[in-house]
């Protein structure tokens, strides 16, 4: 008797998997401190208006945990412009 093929799905209807560097986003310590950060910082930095929803990190920080966590390098966004932003990154 012949063994059935293995079913192997096409591409398109597999999971995306995030990079790893995404699992520091799932951290509490990290939603605590985006939260904190978006209490103090209420307007969108870009201008639009809008309040912010967001906290962005200016220069993309690739898994680099130190930039990751440098304040400096974070900018409060409505999800709207982040989104926009983060197109461009790509």
């Not at 998997?17 to 969108?44: A, G, V």
């Not at 130190?66 to 990154?89: I, T």
Request: glycine share 4%; hydrophobic share 25%.
């Amino acid at each position: 008797m012949e063994r059935a093929a293995k079913f192997k799905p096409e591409k398109k209807h597999l999971p995306k998997r995030r990079p790893s560097h995404h699992s520091l986003y799932d951290t509490r310590f990290w939603r605590e401190s985006s939260k904190r950060f978006l209490e103090q910082n209420q307007n969108c930095a870009c201008g639009c208006g809008h309040l912010s929803e967001v906290t962005d990190h200016i220069v993309p920080h690739r898994g680099d945990e130190v930039l990751f966590w440098d304040r400096s390098n974070w900018q409060p966004l409505a999800k709207k412009c982040h989104d926009l932003k983060s197109l461009g990154e790509r």
